[in-house]
């Protein structure tokens, strides 16, 4: 990803304020130019002399007072490009977070990606604006004295090519050490930016158990090891530009006493001195300039290598070209589908088995045996490494899997609320503004929410807080099981939905359950065994295979895993 592709929607503005940015910075061009023929005026004295004085100073006035007009008017342009980069930046990460797949956000922190949406955004746009307001203009300060010096005296303007090269020998010395330290610096802070936010979900369960030393020396030591990382660059960056600067006064020292000698042996006039030593203090401010902004420069390609970690990461759902779905029926069948999250240990192992339109399907058996893992395969967060997942017939692999979603809805079993109202939470995902209110009040009633409704302060405009922080176990789980009602799906996946409530509520919940999945495709993921005793078809699994299927009386006939099971429970 480079900055010219960045900005290619914005040349017309970038141009417009690099034209004012020429015009602004004239004055600061032809004022040595000025100074030094009113010096050579007053030495050569004449009737001349008067004309040209006031002649050079109404043109230098009036230069510098065009630049209110012109600053403003580049300030505006640059920064209409700006903003509006910055924006379609921000938003090209967010719908490029929404694009990638499951396995990326698995491997990459929430921290790291807030600190490129906030910090490595801003980064860039700094960098335009030292490009176009330091780095340009030093360019153009260099170019115009080349130029000017050489149609004046050719030898000094030989002088003006041995401090150029100098001042590139210097910035490439320092380069690579510079670059790489903003790199582990930008690394550092974004491991700490995640730490933190891990820390800030941890503070309950840190709290809980009095944990809260060890949690503060975590993160200490990576603040830490941010402090050390920082204060290496800048002190890098201090002897990169304290170098810089003693050697541009000793040469700016030497093209004084250069000019000097040229004016006592009559070869340039004293008013060309002072013109030269401008012109060289043109070289010099641009040079310095663009050597002190070289960290921040340095600091956003820095920026712009880490967005590309981003936006040009291959690893997306591929959903580009795929049949869209229009409706679903429900029937859903798995055809000998094996699944890894690494080469050597399968999650799940040549699973098969059928739902039909209708139907409720249980899933039963202990901790990594495969359930969630199969429901992630469902839902697309993860593809089959062999096998088949079909949907109405029609292979998983070649349907547009956004399309499909919205005919689904998930309970999950870690209820994930935002801190918006409770209404909010409800109608999240669909379009709140037509929604039927007698659906509502419907969803409300079956899903126990309404039980709470009004002894929340707002009813259901009551903010809950983050994560639901002001709400009950329960109650979080009933406004996501509300959630789900109020998408009239035609397949339900319900992670363990009854887990956070009571007894009373769990039989509410249950006979809502049970009127709400009527006619729609269901599948339970289930550690009480009393949830799933109505299943069609229940599943038992064992270290990602089926090791049993059946209905409930079938399987308790058996007198095999899942009647040990029971025998256990009661």
Known sequence: MTLLSIYKTERGNLTISLILLIIKHSPALLLPVIIGNVINAIIAGGPETLHKITWNSVFIGILIFQNILTHTLFIKYLSKANRSIEKKLRFSLVKRMQELSISFHDNFESGRLQTKVLRDVESIEILTRQLANIVFTGLLNIVFVIVATLLHNVYVALFYFVIIPLSVFLVLTFRRKMVKSNEEYRLTLEVMSARVSEMVQMIPITRAHGAEKTEIDQVSSHLENVQKKGFRLDVLNALFGSSAWVTFQIFQFICLLVTGFMAYYKMITVGDVVMYQGFFGLIINAINMIINVYPEINRGFDSLHSLGEILECPDLEQNEGKKRIQSVKGEVEFRDVVFGYTSDVLAVNNISFKAEPGQTIAFIGESGAGKSTL????????????????????????????????????????????????????????????????????????????????????????????????????????????????????????????????????????????????????????????????????????????????????????????????????
């Open 375 to 570: 429901m992630n395969l469902l839902i697309g967060y993860r593809r089959p490494a062999s096998g088949q997942i079909l949907l109405d017939g029609t292979s998983m692999n070649e349907i547009d899997l956004r399309t499909y979603r919205r005919h689904i809805a998930v309970v999950p079993q870690n209820i994930i609320l935002f801190s918006g109202s409770v209404r909010e939470n409800i109608l999240y995902g669909i379009d709140s503004e037509n929604v039927n209110e007698a659906i509502y009040s419907e969803v409300l009633e079956m899903s126990r929410v309404n039980e709470f409704l009004g002894k929340l302060p707002d009813g259901e405009n009551t903010r809950i807080g983050e994560h639901g922080s002001k709400l009950s176990g329960g109650q979080r789980q009933r406004i996501a099981i509300a959630r789900a009602l109020i998408r009239d799906p035609k397949i339900i996946i319900l992670d363990e939905a009854t887990s956070a409530l009571d007894v009373q509520s769990e039989v509410y919940i249950r006979e809502a359950i049970g009127n709400m999945i009527k006619n729609r495709t269901t599948f339970i993921i289930a550690h009480r065994l009393t949830t799933v005793r109505h299943a069609d078809l229940i599943i038992v699994l064992k270290k990602g295979r089926i090791i049993e299927s059946g209905g409930h009386d079938s399987l308790m006939a058996k007198k095999g895993e899942y009647f040990k099971m029971n025998e256990v429970v009661q």
